[in-house]
């Protein structure tokens, strides 16, 4: 287990902001997930139930929670979970995997505009970005191991098996590549392991960076020195 992470003074405005960015960002998307299904007759609770099943909307959620548990000096069990470094850096891996999964294989199957553009901008990018930020400004990974990996797969392997058991009961799933209506489970499970591979690495290479990186005393630390000594 890795001690929990606590919030820096000088990082707390940062987790503020990203915090609010993401809940804005969810709320936003909520909105226009209920609209359409309104729009098709398929009333709201449809478009929430809609809205709940993509990985980028849970791993937003998570972000958006380790951001405000940040931003808290509260000493509560969940947010000090939340905060934990090894736990930080799992959301870290798998908010990368929703932007580059985005970027490389979903994006060019449509063509958003308007507010759904916006959401779509703020929830596959600029989310991603400003918590890998957050990772790397604020979180002690020093203390992450390789043993971590396997821990870290359960979210995603989860959220596999729900979104699975999902498209059983309600024939829709989130994702064109694990559509066992339109691919067959062998398809879509080699589809998943792949990613799941994707996930592996980008995994290891947050921990070898992490174990490399300054902690976030060093930042404060270096902020702190005179401009001649940083000569």
């Known amino acids: 287990m890795h001690d929990a992470a606590t919030p820096s003074s000088a990082m707390r405005p940062l987790a503020v902001a990203g915090a609010a960015l993401g809940w804005a960002a969810l709320a936003l998307q909520l909105w226009l997930s209920i609209g359409l299904a309104i729009g098709n007759h398929r009333g709201a609770a449809w478009g929430v139930f809609m809205y709940l099943g993509y990985f ?41 995997i929703v932007g580059l999964v985005y970027f490389f294989v979903l994006r060019h199957i449509w063509a958003p505009r308007g507010l759904a553009w916006l959401a779509d901008v703020l929830l596959h990018y600029a989310m991603p970005l400003l918590y890998l930020a957050w990772w790397w400004l604020a979180v002690p990974a020093r203390g992450l191991s390789w043993r971590d990996i396997p821990r870290w797969w359960a979210y995603p392997l989860g959220y596999l098996a729900y979104a699975l058991v999902r498209g059983e009961i309600a024939g829709v799933y989130p994702y064109p590549f694990i559509d066992v209506g339109a691919l067959g489970y062998e398809r879509a499970l080699i589809n998943a392991v792949g990613v799941a591979l994707g996930f592996s690495v980008m995994a290891a290479l947050l921990i070898a960076i992490g174990r490399l990186k300054p902690t976030p005393q060093d930042v404060a630390e270096q902020g702190r020195r005179h401009p001649l000594e940083k000569m």
């Open 56 to 96: 980028t909307i849970l791993t937003n959620l998570l972000v958006a929670l380790a951001l405000t548990a940040a931003a808290t000096r509260s000493e509560a069990a969940a947010w000090r979970f939340l905060r934990g470094p090894g736990v930080a850096s799992a959301i870290a891996a798998n908010i990368a």
